[in-house]
């Protein structure tokens, strides 16, 4: 077992310990009129959302065929930006990058059939304005089947791995704000190796990892 391995099954143990407890809700509804402003079109969709997004919410939107794909994929930046003020116009930009729709529509159909390294190339080849790798991941962790997410590999994530894990990833770069099929497929299988030894769900995984990520790394941590 690596260093970072035992690391995570402490991680693992404590999270369990205390109750396996989700991410907390956050209250986005603040910015609620910049996303209407900025994405006209999602209007309706937009105000029907609830106040605090969590990541419960997230995957029963995605799993919700009642909901297009582009719904998803709104609701999944909504709550990826959070309270991040820019997060709209970003977003707006992606909207109007070409070939937007069939991007995402295409990226959608290859996570709904549980190929997320498919999908992750795909969108790695067929780039949408704004839409870098942190912000496809949380894009594809969500739309892939519950039973078996794909983890989300954003900056937190990226620090706590570029700290404790490079001998683990030999040879790979760990720069999570690069398109690289070779980065995401390497943390990709490390993280359901790790995930399956412990009998827990890849997603829960990255979520403990994210959490402590977040009291180290985040600009926000005391």
């Known amino acids: ?72 994929f709104t609701a999944t930046m909504i709550w990826g930006y959070g309270d991040v003020g820019y997060g709209s116009y970003r977003v707006k930009k992606m909207f109007n990058s070409l070939d937007f729709v069939r991007k995402i529509e295409n990226s959608y159909l290859m996570c709904h059939s549980n190929e997320p ?54 040879g790979v770069s760990l720069n999570p704000e690069v398109w690289s099929l070779k980065t995401y497929s390497s943390y990709f299988l490390w993280m359901n190796k790790v995930a399956n030894k412990h009998s827990i769900k890849c997603d829960d995984l990255e979520l403990v990892i994210f959490q402590e990520a977040s009291n180290l790394f985040s600009k926000k941590a005391n």
Do not use: C
Not at 117 to 123: D, G, H, P
Not at 129 to 154: M, N, R
């Open 117 to 170: 390294l498919t999908a992750y190339s795909y969108l790695s080849k067929n780039k949408i304005e704004q839409l870098g790798p942190s912000f496809g991941t949380k894009w594809i962790s969500f739309v892939t089947p519950p039973h078996s997410p794909a983890p989300i590999y954003d900056s937190l994530i990226g620090s706590w791995f570029s700290t404790f894990a490079t001998t683990d990833f030999e």
């Open 1 to 72: 077992m690596s260093d970072a391995e035992a690391k995570i099954s402490k991680l693992i143990s404590q999270w369990q310990k205390a109750g396996s407890a989700p991410q907390e809700a956050f209250d986005w509804s603040k910015s609620r009129d910049n996303w209407t402003r900025d994405l006209p079109q999602m209007r309706k969709f937009i105000e029907s959302l609830p106040k605090s997004l969590d990541r419960t919410f997230l995957r029963e939107v995605a799993q919700n065929q009642d909901f297009s794909p582009i719904e998803k």
